[in-house]
């Protein structure tokens, strides 16, 4: 389990022009990865359909797809209640 922090962070992809959130159980494999000192992470997401898996470098902010980079970006939020 994650430890609680006095925020929470939302993970965004660009993509076709608008930054765009990745699937809700996605963000937690992030937030995951991270923790752990993970380089990537595998995923499926309904932003990239018809694909096994996209990988993706938290630390160094993109996202691998077909063989092109997604910028991606993570917004800290203040955390309602822990």
Request: proline share 6%; aromatic share 10%.
């Amino acid at each position: 389990s994650l430890p609680k922090t006095s925020h929470q962070s939302t993970w965004l992809v660009f993509q076709n022009a608008n930054w765009v959130p990745l699937d809700r159980e996605n963000q937690l494999k992030l937030e995951q990865t991270l923790h752990l000192g993970g380089t990537f992470v595998d995923i499926q997401d309904s932003h990239f359909p018809g694909v096994d898996r996209v990988r993706i470098f938290p630390r160094a902010n993109y996202l691998s797809h077909l063989g092109l980079k997604f910028r991606l970006s993570q917004v800290l939020q203040p955390a309602a209640d822990l």
